[in-house]
């Protein structure tokens, strides 16, 4: 597919776009460090929010799940729409709706109203994220500067969302819990006001009317698959509803692809997924995000329970995460700059494999240092290498007139793999941890011996109350059964990335085709 000059509004960059074409990436940058920080920012004020809120724990969950679900199921819809319409004016529409739904949340007095806050930034993230690196790929037409500040992009998202616990603690040290969603607005409001001046409008002009059976059917194949996603580690992967759901899911995504087949002027071509340089490359997305977001739950856990952390303490810990991205998402892309997409991604993935192999031989007994902070800015280095060179494959694969879709697919992939690594990962977690502590709860009442296999932070409220002596011997065998667990999921993790990596080995072509131009 060949772009002519009519393809896209913005076809001849004016001169002044192409000088502040560094000043605009700094705007996308911060929108991006503000989605990716938000994903994981509010995780640290859970505790926090159960007390002030009164919340259940069902609440709790759908506190964090109403964004994710509202967010998965709208990317491909809202990136076909700033396509049609302005990525510009998408990316300032979602700001501003992020924003204000993150003051309605901050200020709400229940958890039904936090929920529903949620489920509007969830809105509003969807329209940012692909407006981000579409208004990217059309500002920066020349190649070799494509390559890096896609780098500095694929870091930018990283980084927020290892910034997120650090920020998250350190304002639930000094403030109230709804702080760690009114940080989005000054944030928003920077972004809004510097993209205004900075960012130059394009827009997809042969676009036709939206496709909105497609767009049905995406968003309700999106949202079926990724709530089935969140619910099998509670309901289990072999219960009716997570089976009807998964079914019900794939059956309107299969529905979904049939349609764009057969629709004139399809929302996102289906061939797409036929070039390997766009599809292989999306498996390499989803699986980063599948090992990145169940390690980032685990590891929470592991920082603030097992070895005492508090959150801003284990926030800290999960900072150095980002000396990987800084470091090497520039430097992922000059080196695909001089070899191609296929060897960095390799490499990146491979990396990864070792952050989740060094992390194996945790102990009880091994502090954060070195093990873990070795691993850490290891799978920083994994994550950027991976990341920046498979998202310029996939972008590359796709005319600039379509950016927003191929944005919004890169995006889609990044979250349906981030759901489907929480919930695998944790069910293996779980699971481990169960077996493994079931011989500490003998002696308890049947309650307690429930919480205690349910989760490490039950047998550490179990142990309150018991005396001294039982206490200390529960609390030990509950952290030697997480740490084990954690071992065994951090295996698993690896095996999985090593499995992308092969992929990409195999039938990753080494170049993008450049269609930008």
């Not at 007390?51 to 724990?57: N, V, Y």
């Not at 407006?131 to 500002?139: A, C, N």
């Not at 047998?459 to 030697?480: F, I, M, Q, S, T």
């Amino acid at each position: 597919m060949t772009l002519t000059p009519l393809d896209t509004e913005s076809a001849a960059l004016p001169d002044r776009a192409h000088r502040r074409r560094w000043a605009t990436l700094g705007v996308l940058s911060l929108s991006l460090v503000l989605i990716g920080m938000d994903t994981t920012v509010l995780n640290t004020a859970i505790p926090t929010m159960q007390r002030d809120l009164g919340a259940t724990a069902s609440e709790l969950q759908w506190i964090i799940d109403a964004y994710t679900l509202a967010f998965a199921g709208l990317l491909l819809t809202a990136g076909a729409w700033g396509d049609k319409y302005g990525r510009k004016l998408a990316l300032a529409a979602g700001l501003i709706v992020f924003a204000g739904a993150s003051v309605w949340g901050a200020t709400a007095n229940d958890p039904g109203t936090v929920i529903a806050a949620r489920t509007v930034m969830g809105m509003g993230g969807a329209l940012i994220m692909p407006s981000t690196l579409s208004i990217l790929i059309d500002v920066f037409r020349d190649p070799a500067e494509r390559k890096r500040a896609i780098g500095v992009w694929a870091a930018m998202a990283g980084i927020g969302i290892a910034g997120g616990p650090a920020v998250g603690g350190w304002l639930l040290e000094h403030f109230w819990w709804g702080s760690a969603l009114m940080i989005n607005v000054p944030v928003a409001g920077a972004a809004l006001l510097l993209g205004f001046w900075l960012i130059p409008e394009s827009r997809d002009r042969r676009a036709p009317r939206l496709d909105l059976v497609g767009a049905a059917l995406s968003c309700a194949g999106l949202v079926a698959l990724v709530w089935a996603l969140i619910e099998a580690p509670e309901r289990g992967w072999t219960d009716a509803v997570t089976l009807g759901a998964i079914a019900a899911a794939l059956a309107i995504l299969a529905g979904f692809v049939l349609w764009e087949r057969r629709h004139p002027h399809p929302m996102l071509p289906v061939e797409f997924f036929l070039d390997r340089r766009f599809s292989v490359p999306a498996i390499s997305i989803t699986l980063v995000f599948f090992a990145m977001m169940g390690a980032a739950f685990f590891l929470s856990v592991y920082l603030q329970t097992v070895l005492g952390y508090t959150p801003l303490e284990a926030g800290l810990r999960i900072l150095p995460l980002a000396i990987g991205l800084v470091i090497g998402g520039p430097l992922a892309m000059a080196v695909a700059q001089r070899v191609g997409e296929k060897w960095p991604t390799v490499f990146g993935l491979a990396l990864l494999a070792v952050s989740f192999w060094i992390f194996t031989g945790t102990t009880v007994g091994s502090g954060y240092a070195p093990r873990g902070l070795t691993a850490t800015i290891v799978m920083g280095f994994g994550m950027a290498f991976a990341m920046g060179p498979a998202t310029e494959s996939v972008m590359g694969a796709v005319p600039r007139a379509k950016a927003g879709v191929g944005s919004a697919v890169n995006d889609t992939v990044r979250q349906v793999g981030g759901a489907l690594g929480v919930a695998v990962l944790i069910s293996v977690l779980n699971s481990v941890y169960a077996a493994q502590v079931d011989d500490a709860t003998a002696q308890l009442p049947a309650q307690a011996a429930h919480a205690v296999e349910d989760s490490i932070q039950g047998a550490y409220a179990a142990a309150g109350e018991l005396p001294a002596e039982p206490a200390a011997a529960l609390v030990h065998a509950a952290d030697a059964a997480f740490v084990d667990a954690m071992t065994t999921t951090t295996a698993v993790a690896g095996i999985v990335v090593l499995v992308g990596a092969l992929v990409a080995l195999l039938w990753l072509p080494s170049h993008a085709r450049d269609e930008q131009d």
